[in-house]
């Protein structure tokens, strides 16, 4: 684990990097959990992505962070806001949209980092817990958020290569999980 790793706003000059990150995590853990190459080769998507960060970092309501390696490279990125469902109390919960982190730096502390981040949000903002939504399909998430106490709450949506999206919650101490 690396303890070096700095977590900043994220700014329009980062929006290139994200996209890459996003592109490539995305690509690794879809392929792992099975989803077909060409299922993630679609060009549109690498494009409504990049629009999809472009829209954090500027978006009143959303966090748009990065993270940055000890050499200064954006290595992570994640994005934060009110939650989306409507059986989600706005008032209490914040949602993690996106946490990614380049594949050549899976294992090196940088989601840890961009985690500790979106709970010192939540603390600062005087929220009670965080809501995501996690691929079943992809493992190598589902373990890091068990190893950061998320709980699956039963909601689920159809997800890519026949593999639900799972929704889970995070309590912050007021027995919100």
Known sequence: MDDSIRVREASAEDVAAMTDIHTRARSAYYAAGGVAAAE????????????GWERAIVSPGMT???????????????????????DIDISVFRQLFQIHVHPDAWGRGTGGAL????????????????VLEAWE????ARRFYDRHSWCVDGERRPGPGGADYVRMRLGLGLGLS
């Open 40 to 51: 993630l080769a679609d060009p549109l998507a690498r494009e409504k992505r990049r629009n």
């Open 64 to 86: 748009a962070l990065c993270a940055l390696d000890p050499e200064g490279r954006v290595v992570g990125a994640l994005a934060m806001g009110p939650p989306k469902d409507s």
């Open 115 to 130: 985690h500790r981040a979106f709970t010192g949000r939540l603390v600062a903002g005087g929220f009670g817990g965080g």
């Open 137 to 140: 399909g992809n493992a190598r």
